[in-house]
T-cell receptor, first 114, second 114 residues
Framework: AQSVSQHNHHVILSEAASLELGCNYSYGGTVNLFWYVQYPGQHLQLLLKYFSGDPLVKGIKGFEAEFIKSKFSFNLRKPSVQWSDTAEYFCAVNGGNQGGKLIFGQGTELSVKP | ETGVTQTPRHLVMGMTNKKSLKCEQHLGHNAMYWYKQSAKKPLELMFVYSLEERVENNSVPSRFSPECPNSSHLFLHLHTLQPEDSALYLC?????????????FGPGTRLTVL
């Protein structure tokens, strides 16, 4: 069965620190990959997505993620975090032949100290 | 505001009650989803409707009964729930039921079963 693993449950950083959140998935076929973010008191929203092509994808608010097929990974990065990045981040995977069915990781809570 | 609304936002019910959760999307989408988000667990896909037909039913107990009367509305009927059903229930919609379509989420209904 497909699964998604996010290794960090809670990350605490100071402003201007660099961020990398890990995401690994288990699925042998073609995948589409997503990062969603949930700011405090707000709904889940799409941060970025990867379908094909350049494995380094850029999303909103300065976030980027790199798809490394050999490692089954899709880590999220940001060179310099801000207090407003405090949120919960979810990695999600869709097997390319499975319609809109998303498999989510358990989420990583990011706290940025001003 | 994503264009997906959910009511009520909070619900407390006893195990013998019958209640319904409502979701409405104003985006012109034709696929709608119910997810369950429990503390410290990944989002779990429960049901998917595409063009008002149920296309996914992820081994959800029969005490949860979905209904999709049209492409803009989705209901989740609840009957004789258990305390372990307490969770945040999220509704989402997408343009189509495809791995390439972004899902837009509502704010969720926080359900507590006593």
């Amino acid at each position: 069965a497909q699964s998604v693993s996010q290794h960090n449950h809670h990350v605490i950083l100071s402003e201007a620190a660099s961020l990398e959140l890990g995401c690994n998935y288990s699925y042998g076929g073609t995948v589409n990959l997503f990062w969603y973010v949930q700011y405090p008191g707000q709904h889940l929203q799409l941060l970025l997505k990867y379908f094909s092509g350049d494995p380094l994808v850029k999303g909103i608010k300065g976030f980027e993620a790199e798809f490394i097929k050999s490692k089954f990974s899709f880590n999220l990065r940001k060179p310099s975090v801000q207090w407003s990045d405090t949120a919960e981040y979810f990695c999600a995977v869709n097997g390319g032949n499975q319609g809109g069915k998303l498999i989510f990781g358990q989420g990583t809570e990011l706290s940025v100290k001003p | 505001e994503t264009g997906v609304t959910q009511t009520p936002r909070h619900l407390v019910m006893g195990m013998t009650n019958k209640k319904s959760l409502k979701c409405e999307q104003h985006l012109g989408h034709n696929a709608m989803y119910w997810y369950k988000q429990s503390a410290k667990k990944p989002l779990e896909l429960m049901f998917v409707y595409s063009l008002e037909e149920r296309v996914e039913n992820n081994s959800v107990p029969s005490r949860f009964s979905p209904e999709c009367p049209n492409s803009s509305h989705l209901f989740l009927h609840l009957h004789t729930l258990q305390p372990e059903d307490s969770a945040l229930y999220l509704c989402a919609s997408s343009q189509g039921y495809s791995s390439y379509n972004e899902q837009f989420f509502g704010p969720g209904t926080r359900l507590t079963v006593l």
